[in-house]
Nanobody
Framework: QVQLVESGGGLVQAGGSLRLSCAASGIIFSTNAMGWFRQAPGKEREFVGVIGWSGSTAYYADSVKGRFTISRNNAKNTVYLQMNSLKSEDTAVYYC?????????????????????WGQGTQVTVSL
């Protein structure tokens, strides 16, 4: 049984930082690309970023590039999303997702269809 469990969400002031974690079980974590998505109230879920199985490659949405960083610790089966310089528009439920297919073109991972497993989400609220 595959489980992805996010943690680290909360309330933060604009300009602040948060680090989200996603702990995976039931999959061979070190072979999976891991992505982060978010969904704000009344909006569709959107891609935030993805990290390749080795951790050497990452790809980000333009809206978070330069502010967010994804990393992973394969020994701990955990992927992280470090969020800096947070803005009110970053307020959303954040989801991690695991892909079971390795794509050469990282842009494929911007779509939800590239992922087989999803976490339950963690709320991030950025106040002005």
């Amino acid at each position: 049984q595959v489980q992805l469990v996010e943690s680290g969400g909360g309330l933060v002031q604009a300009g602040g930082s948060l680090r989200l974690s996603c702990a995976a079980s039931g999959i061979i974590f070190s072979t999976n690309a891991m992505g982060w998505f978010r969904q704000a109230p009344g909006k569709e879920r959107e891609f935030v970023g993805v990290i390749g199985w080795s951790g050497s490659t990452a790809y980000y949405a333009d809206s978070v590039k330069g502010r967010f960083t994804i990393s992973r610790n394969n020994a701990k089966n955990t992927v992280y999303l470090q969020m800096n310089s947070l803005k009110s528009e970053d307020t959303a439920v954040y989801y991690c997702a695991a892909s079971v297919t390795n794509y050469i073109n990282m842009s494929v991972y911007t779509t939800s269809d590239a992922y087989a497993y999803w976490g339950q989400g963690t709320q991030v609220t950025v106040s002005l």
